[in-house]
């Protein structure tokens, strides 16, 4: 897995392909970058993996119980760019990110490097989300399926229809408690990966906006002992110059 690398047609067909399992992030990544190819072609395009970070996740993390011959199906994380800035900036051996935005992960990081994060081979993996659904009982879209759903239309509601917009929004209340609910289930379980807390850093537009939620979540786990509870912007951007400087100079 490479963390950048300057965009040139596979580059944009590794994007695509990706897109199968992460729509809302390379579709519109896709256009914009061939906008850009097609307003500058010859200005140097890089991309940069959101993915990379969590390069370092053990096999015990990173594997699905499934056949081997199945393929790659592996647990890849993504807002690793959004989580490096985070811990970039917080002084502690174990901490765990909470990123919530549109899409919400939450990852174990010790010492700078990604032990274990929520997301999984997909962005849905995890707990809900403002539109995804988060993690759901396979079976029970085995069902959907079988009921007469077509695979697009379960694509289109696990992605777009599912999460806090189902549940009512972050503002009604049996949606709020839902969400600190499987988020505090979410950061127990990193802490029990890294053997401990220190900091539980939340970030993104939710994380950094709502101190209602960072107060219900970190309640929740009082019987972790003691934690600090800071709000950390991400600043993606920076993560992303500094790989595409790199990239360039090389």
Known sequence: MIDAAVVDD?????????AAVAPLHNRPALAALRQAREALP???HVAVSDSHFHRTISDEARRYALPAELGPIVRLG???LAVQSVVEQVDAPRVVVCHLGGGCSVTAVRDGRSVDTSMGYTPLEGPPMGTRSG???????????????????LDRLLNEEAGLLALGGLDDAFAFSHFVYHLAKAVAAMAAVLGG?????FSGGIGENRADVREAV????????EFRVEAVPAHEELVIARATRRVLAG
């Open 197 to 201: 807390l220190d900091v539980l850093a």
């Open 135 to 153: 993690s759901v009982d396979p079976g029970a879209l085995l069902h959907l399926l079988r009921s007469g759903r077509t695979v697009d239309e």
């Open 218 to 225: 970190a309640g929740r786990l009082r019987h972790l002992g």
């Open 10 to 18: 596979r580059i944009l067909a590794g994007i695509e392909a990706g």
């Open 42 to 44: 010859d200005v140097p």
């Open 78 to 80: 993504f807002h690793g």
